[in-house]
């Protein structure tokens, strides 16, 4: 399962690269920075589902991994039974679902604001905060809400994190062995 995990990892931070590298070969080498505003929703959608700015699908990934590490160390005669391959990969789907889920959220609210006088940003990417500025919208709301998921997206998910690990470390303080925690932290 931790490869699986590690692979679906990789494949995340692939997919975060490849959002934003093609329009940035695009720009350095043809100098136009200019994106339509479907392709820079577009570009937003697979940044931020990926992407580590609010770290949606990798947090949740890391979150699983470090679950994984706690059923390996803590139960680790009944870890077959709880991490099945078919349990690795719910868990990983999920991670992704819930962050591409919530990276739909905040597209769909940049979507719905309106734009007036000139559309330029100087970046060769579409981000959150300099499309809410140029917008005649109130940007307040859309920074409460980016705040709010924020927030949610980054201690939920680093708090049940750091609980698990806390958990392994507990676990493996009580190995009476020095041979066996020297063994269970490798793990």
Known sequence: ????????????????????????????????????????????????GCGPEWLRTECFLLLVMSYDRYLAIGNPLHYAAHMSVRSCLQLAGGSWTGGFLLSSITTLSISQLTF???????????????LVKISCNDPQMMEMLAFALSLILLLVPFLLTLMSYIYIIAIILRIPSSTGRQKAFST
């Open 1 to 48: 399962p931790m490869y699986l995990l590690l692979g679906n990892l990789s494949c995340l931070e692939t997919c975060y690269t490849s959002t934003i590298l093609p329009s940035l070969l695009a720009s350095l080498l043809t100098e136009g920075r200019t994106i339509s505003f479907n392709g820079c929703l577009t570009q937003y959608y697979f940044c931020y």
């Open 116 to 130: 007036c006088g000139p559309n330029d940003i100087d970046h060769f990417f579409c981000d959150f905060i300099p």
